[in-house]
């Protein structure tokens, strides 16, 4: 089953996490010293926060599935959908292993798919959310040969 993911950018982290523990009525399944995610069943969501991203606010969005399956499903969609893809693969971010693939919505909101495989003992490298391509005629390479740079990712 997938899983709705946010990911929001904030300026203070431990005022952040006592807010959202308290709208969520859960603590945090994982707290590092500049990032905190829930993993929640109603709503289906994983929430994350970060002091990582230059602008606060939500940062991207995504779907988080269960097998790879479920990948390639999600991932056959993103095709359909249009615009250029950036398929990152295997990766570390956001002290996770995972294999992951961004894409650009019409009004320029960067929408991950990632598949976890396991967990990190670091944040990681990963893109930012503004090297993610809006179109096809922005990006300055293909989208498959985009070099991954720091970020402030899921």
């Given at each position: 089953?997938k899983?709705?993911?946010?990911?929001v950018?904030v300026a203070?982290?431990?005022q952040?996490i006592?807010f959202y523990?308290?709208?969520f009525?859960a603590?945090?399944?994982?707290?590092?010293?500049d990032?905190a995610?829930w993993?929640?069943d109603?709503?289906?969501?994983?929430?994350?926060?970060?002091?990582?991203?230059?602008?606060?606010g939500?940062?991207?969005l995504?779907?988080?599935?269960?097998d790879?399956?479920?990948?390639?499903e999600?991932?056959?969609r993103l095709?359909?959908a249009?615009?250029?893809?950036?398929?990152q693969?295997?990766?570390?971010?956001?002290?996770?292993?995972?294999?992951?693939?961004?894409?650009?919505d019409?009004?320029g909101?960067?929408?991950e798919?990632?598949?976890?495989?396991?967990?990190s003992?670091?944040?990681?490298d990963?893109?930012a959310?503004?090297?993610?391509?809006?179109?096809a005629?922005?990006?300055?390479?293909?989208?498959?040969?985009?070099a991954?740079?720091?970020s402030?990712?899921c």
């Amino acid at each position: 089953m997938k899983r709705f993911h946010v990911n929001v950018a904030v300026a203070d982290l431990d005022q952040s996490i006592r807010f959202y523990s308290s709208l969520f009525a859960a603590e945090p399944s994982l707290v590092k010293p500049d990032y905190a995610k829930w993993m929640l069943d109603d709503p289906r969501v994983n929430f994350a926060i970060t002091t990582r991203g230059d602008t606060k606010g939500i940062d991207h969005l995504g779907i988080q599935v269960e097998d790879s399956a479920e990948l390639g499903e999600v991932y056959g969609r993103l095709k359909q959908a249009g615009g250029p893809l950036l398929d990152q693969g295997e990766t570390t971010c956001c002290y996770a292993k995972s294999e992951k693939t961004w894409i650009r919505d019409p009004e320029g909101i960067a929408w991950e798919t990632f598949l976890t495989t396991g967990e990190s003992p670091v944040y990681g490298d990963d893109i930012a959310a503004t090297d993610v391509p809006k179109s096809a005629c922005c990006a300055k390479t293909p989208a498959a040969e985009a070099a991954p740079a720091k970020s402030a990712c899921c």
